[in-house]
């Protein structure tokens, strides 16, 4: 997963040698968990905002609790392909 964090879902599968079909079961296996694995009984109301960078090519997804004013997840993405999705 830190792989896939730190490069492009392309680079990171090339460097695994591995199906982009296959990439993409394997961040979405860890981001289920992770929210599997997060407490969300006492959010009341959630903001979610979504900013991308050098047009179209990275984006940042923050989502947070807006009664606490404290982040839940902050999801950072590059160069993604939408059609692998």
Do not use: C, P
Not at 15 to 24: G, V
Not at 38 to 56: A, P
Not at 71 to 83: A, F, Q, R, T
């Amino acid at each position: 997963m830190m792989l896939a964090q730190m490069s492009t879902f392309e680079e990171a599968r090339k460097a695994l040698k591995i199906s982009r079909t296959a990439i993409m079961h394997i961040v979405s296996y860890w981001v289920d968990k992770a929210v599997r694995e997060t407490d969300l009984s006492e959010v009341e109301r959630l903001s979610i905002d979504e900013t991308s960078f050098r047009k179209g090519q990275s984006y940042v997804t923050v989502v947070n609790d807006n009664i606490k004013m404290s982040e839940i997840w902050k999801i950072n993405l590059i160069n993604i392909d939408y059609s692998l999705v």
